[in-house]
């Protein structure tokens, strides 16, 4: 934005964020410096919602895809906290352990939202919680405070209503700061109440939680997908790279090899050796050297693709990183600069970069699951990356010393880039500015489900005494209006409102330039300000006017006068009025053809060009992040779906024997059980290519040449219970057939095994369960 510089940060960081009503009445005396009113009018010009030019179009489509984004953003975790609950609850389901009310509670988890169920809240009732959350939203130390004083169970649901939906447009300015006041606060209390330096920020604590969920947000997932997706990707593409380096895995691998090629060990290489025998072994000190040679080089690969990233890093994320520096220093005056530097990398890397390098499938980075030996070197990458970043400790994995000169070689250059991290200016006086002009808007809402409000309500109420001990305090009089929260409501009637904001002891500004008014800020600058962003707009209304330099703003506003738009009509004549006063007072000169501000309004035109070009960059980034979001969200509802057909094939198996074991038990007690008659599904055939196209097969071991003639046999004899057989064309038997049970599939699932091993080829667990799902859950 062209000009805009506001007044220097204040020295030392308020605690809490004034209230907009208080923030309003010390305006005139804190905004006293022309350019914040020039960064708002330029502002003006560069947003117009009345122009339909390439830059606005451009805009459009940006706030848009912004706004879908961050919607996404919100189904999506609300998606993964729907399937980490259920990942825990079937995990009963499987072991039987799961009372009748339980398995009620997991079918509802598992239920659609019917937009017609359910009561609204009255009028009233609106009204209370329009006031109670946008006092919320623009005070943010009333949630920092209910953020330290809930429990780790309720941390999760309080979290989704904090920054997907109180601030959950993650690309609007105002809400991003006052998201990070609130971290602000809550980091502090963190600070004051840990006694212990090595204990900071390690635990899992609400306050970690709200660190890692913050990171998922949609520039977090953006800033991933750039930097990592490409590096990554080019690393699993070669599948049969083994980088173990583990001196116990890395015998019992040669041992094995040995065996399956001579047919025989010898005495001088046992089974069940202990560690220091392994990594004594001569042969298995060759094998490792020159694969800890490889892993360095990539790891280094690794960190100069992050370090080179720096300016792409969120401005939000880098803002935390300088936060922990800040308020480590204040309180551990004599904490090492090493020290303060493994706090940062212990966020940064450790809750925001090595998650995604070593589960990339979960951040949509690639596609499908890495194959076994990539999938261990990913590891094996992160970990180093960490030890880099935080104090290495080799106590439990003391092969990893031998990567120990990574570490010492690139300590300086990863300190330094934790401090650049933290060199991002605050945003506290343009926060005021945004404060300030949110009160003049009048379409303030968030789109928030019944039971987010109701939790939240339930929250504050529980923890009132704390929150607003005063009985006058704005929060307290809601609250105490408000009365006992609702309790919350079925899944299937949990409906989305939209919930307008807005304070009833606030009065909207209606004339923003005159409430900016003061001694040093004149009428003449205000009307020097409103004449050159209305010259702005005319050209953005009229481009073919725009290109002639110097630019003649006299007929400029003249055309406009004379146009037959209305609004056009209004501002060429607006603008003729303010030339005229403004050159009575000698602020701008007819006979140069008023060529100061000739140059401003040709300058800001220049800075529109490049906008656009900007807004086009951005748009064609963000796409391809929203892209990933919904096929996170695509991910998501598929395991939803396959817990849905568990859940199906329990009630059927139970409805036909209610004195079943489980799912696809065929005894009790040792005795064999009469088995209810039932109709074999299948069996469905599919090609070996076909199962390699689709992902299912993660590695085979069937020699190419004869891949064509391998085809495989699915069918279903009962509910919950699968064979897969492996075909050989012309052979009527098959050469394997093994009987699988969904039970055994989701454990492993839950369990984090992705690989089911059928001897000649190794299958994706999540996509067999999303193969079993699609072929018979519809059929029973």
């Known amino acids: 934005m062209a000009a805009t510089t506001f007044s220097p940060p204040p020295t030392t960081i308020p605690d809490t964020l004034p209230s907009p009503a208080s923030s309003s009445n010390r305006m005139t ?50 998606l993964e906290r729907d399937v980490r ?63 330290r004083l809930v429990s780790l169970t ?73 930097v990592l997706a490409d590096r990554i990707n080019s690393l699993i593409e070669h599948k049969d790279l083994n980088l173990e380096i583990n001196p116990l895995k890395v015998y019992e691998q040669m041992i094995q090899q040995i065996e399956e090629d001579t047919g025989t060990l010898p005495p001088s290489l046992p089974r069940g050796v202990p560690p220091e025998t392994a990594a004594a072994n001569s042969d298995v000190q060759a094998i490792i050297v020159p694969r800890l040679t490889m892993l360095m080089e990539i790891a280094n690969t690794f960190l100069s693709t992050i370090i080179e990233s720096l300016d792409t890093v969120p401005y939000g994320i880098r803002w935390i ?19 303060i530097c493994s706090l940062i990398g212990g966020f940064f890397f450790l809750r925001f970069i090595n998650p995604a390098i070593v589960t990339p499938q979960a951040y949509m980075l690639v596609d499908g699951v890495p194959a076994k030996h990539p999938r261990r070197t990913l590891t094996l990458i992160a970990k180093m990356l960490q030890n880099l970043a935080n104090k290495p400790s080799y106590a439990k994995e003391q092969y990893m010393m031998s990567l120990n000169p990574f570490v010492e070689t690139n300590k300086v250059r990863m300190n330094q880039f934790l401090n650049a991290l933290c060199e991002v200016g605050d945003f506290y006086d343009s926060l005021e500015l945004d404060q300030y002009m949110a009160l003049s808007k009048k379409d303030l809402q968030i789109n928030i489900t019944l039971n987010e409000l109701y939790n939240t309500h339930s929250l504050l109420m529980q923890h009132m005494d704390v929150l607003s001990p005063n009985q006058k305090h704005h929060l307290r009089i809601l609250l105490d209006e408000l009365g006992t929260a609702p309790a919350q409501v079925p899944r299937k009637e949990n409906r989305s409102i939209e919930l307008p904001l807005y304070s009833r002891w606030e009065t909207p500004i209606q004339d923003l330039s005159a409430a900016l008014m003061s001694d040093s800020v004149t009428q003449n600058d205000i009307n020097y300000m409103e004449a050159k962003s209305i010259f702005v707009q005319l050209l953005r209304s009229m481009p073919n006017l725009a290109e002639k330099r110097p630019i003649d703003l006299p007929a400029l506003a003249e055309k406009a006068a004379t146009s037959k738009d209305p609004m056009l009509v209004r501002r060429g004549i607006k603008v003729q009025n303010l030339l005229a006063e403004l050159d009575a007072a000698k602020v701008v000169d007819k006979s140069d053809d008023y060529k100061i501000i000739q140059d401003e309004v040709a300058a800001e035109m220049v800075h529109l060009g490049n906008a656009k070009e900007k807004v086009v960059l951005e748009t064609r980034s963000l796409e391809a992040v929203y892209k990933t979001i919904g096929d996170h969200n695509n991910y998501l509802r598929s395991q939803l779906e396959q817990y849905k057909a568990y859940l199906q094939n329990v009630r059927l198996t139970t409805a036909k024997d209610k004195h079943a074991g489980g799912v696809g038990v065929v005894s009790v007690n040792g005795k064999e059980k009469k088995p209810v008659k039932t109709t074999v599904l299948g069996p469905y055939r599919f090609t070996h290519t076909q199962f390699e196209k689709e992902g299912i097969i993660m590695e085979s071991n069937v020699p190419e040449s004869r891949r064509i003639n391998i085809y495989f046999n699915i069918t279903s004899p009962t509910p919950g219970t699968f064979i897969i057989a492996l075909h050989f064309k012309g052979r009527e038997k098959p050469i394997l057939e093994m009987d699988l049970k969904i039970d055994d599939l989701l454990e492993k699932q839950k369990d984090n095994q992705a690989m089911l091993d059928l001897e000649y080829v190794q299958l994706n667990v999540p996509k067999v369960l999303a193969l079993f799902n699609k072929l018979f859950s519809k059929r029973r």
């Open 29 to 78: 005396n804190r905004m006293t410096n022309r350019y914040s009113v020039n960064a708002m009018y330029s502002l003006a010009a560069e947003q117009d919602v009345d122009i339909e030019d390439d830059l606005a179009r451009a805009q459009k489509r940006l706030r848009e895809l912004k706004a879908r984004i961050s919607a996404q953003s919100k189904k999506n975790f609300v």
């Open 85 to 147: 609950y259920l990942d825990s609850r079937i995990a009963l389901l499987i072991q039987n352990r799961m009372a009748a009310d339980e398995k009620r509670e997991v079918a509802e988890t598992l239920e659609e939202v019917d937009e017609d169920e359910g009561l609204w809240p009255d009028e009233k009732r609106m009204s209370q919680y329009a006031n109670l959350f946008f006092l919320l939203q623009s005070e943010p130390r009333h949630v920092a405070s209910l953020c």
């Open 321 to 339: 990183c300088k936060q922990i520096r800040s308020l480590t220093r204040r309180k551990y005056p004599e904490a090492s600069d090493a020290s």
């Open 154 to 226: 309720e941390i999760d649901t309080l979290l989704q209503t904090v920054m997907f939906t109180l601030y959950g447009n993650q690309y609007e300015q105002r809400e991003e700061h006052l998201l990070l006041t609130m971290f602000q606060s809550v980091l502090s209390a963190q600070f004051e109440t840990t006694s212990e330096f090595g204990s900071l920020l390690r635990a899992n604590t609400p306050v970690s939680r709200m660190m890692t969920t913050y990171t998922r947000r949609g520039p977090g997932q953006s800033y991933l997908k750039s």
